[in-house]
């Protein structure tokens, strides 16, 4: 008997019994509202991730410009190394 009654405190009810304090009109407005605001965000999130991604493109050119710097710093450096070491052993 008590699982019985167990069962009925956690059934839900039908759509039938159910009693609603807000009229279905108000509720629909609030599901309006929130699609209206959503959308909004929607478009200024849109609008971060194109901002977004021109700045990743920038830095992108930024860092391939300064990588092809410091590799020719390097491979200069190191044909000088060379050059200084070859005269000090009198290669050349």
Do not use: C
């Not at 609030?30 to 920038?58: F, G, P, Y």
């Not at 710097?69 to 009198?90: Q, Y």
């Amino acid at each position: 008997m008590s699982d019985n009654r167990l069962s009925d405190e956690l059934r839900l009810p039908s759509p039938a019994e159910r009693q609603y304090d807000v009229p279905m009109e108000a509720r629909v407005a609030v599901l309006e509202q929130i699609a209206k605001n959503t959308e909004k965000v929607l478009e200024r999130l849109d609008a971060r991730m194109d901002r977004l991604e021109s700045r990743m493109e920038r830095v992108e050119d930024r860092q391939s410009s300064d990588f092809k710097w410091l590799l020719a710093f390097g491979m200069g450096s190191t044909g000088f190394l060379f050059a200084t070491m070859a005269h000090g052993f009198h290669w050349l």
